[in-house]
């Protein structure tokens, strides 16, 4: 069983800053392209940022500039650099990875349970 299991989420006060991860566990072979999502209540799901094994990486244009996706491939884990906080931001994160090989010509495409991002005072 392939999972992702996220950390990070809580509370933080606007400017703050907060730092999620995303591991990866179960029989896995590669991952190719790793990212995180978010949803406001109310809103539809929208892309945050992704990242790929060669560490090519692509940001949603409302974070551009303001968070920093990376990634350690030995450990299996993505990250989020959240800085400059604002209540805007409040939504349920999730961790995403579409292609995680588990062989050669197989992969599943496997999401996170989220974490919860709450910026206020």
């Known amino acids: 069983q392939v999972q992702l299991v996220e950390s990070g989420g809580g509370l933080v006060q606007p400017g703050g800053s907060l730092r999620l991860s995303c591991a990866a566990s179960?029989?896995?072979?590669?991952?190719?392209?790793m990212g995180w999502y978010r949803q406001a209540p109310g809103k539809e799901r929208e892309l945050v940022a992704t990242?790929?094994?060669?560490?090519?990486?692509n940001y949603g244009e409302s974070v551009m500039g303001r968070f920093t996706i990376s990634r350690d491939n030995a450990k299996k884990t993505v990250y989020l650099q959240m800085n400059s906080l604002k209540p805007e931001y409040t939504a349920v994160y999730y961790c995403?990875?579409?292609?995680?090989?588990?062989?050669?010509?197989?992969?599943?495409?496997?999401w996170g349970q989220g974490t919860l991002v709450t910026v206020s005072s």
């Open positions: 995403n990875a579409p292609n995680i090989f588990i062989s050669t010509f197989t992969f599943v495409e496997v």
């Open positions: 179960g029989n896995i072979l590669s991952i190719n392209t």
């Open positions: 990242i790929t094994r060669s560490e090519k990486i």
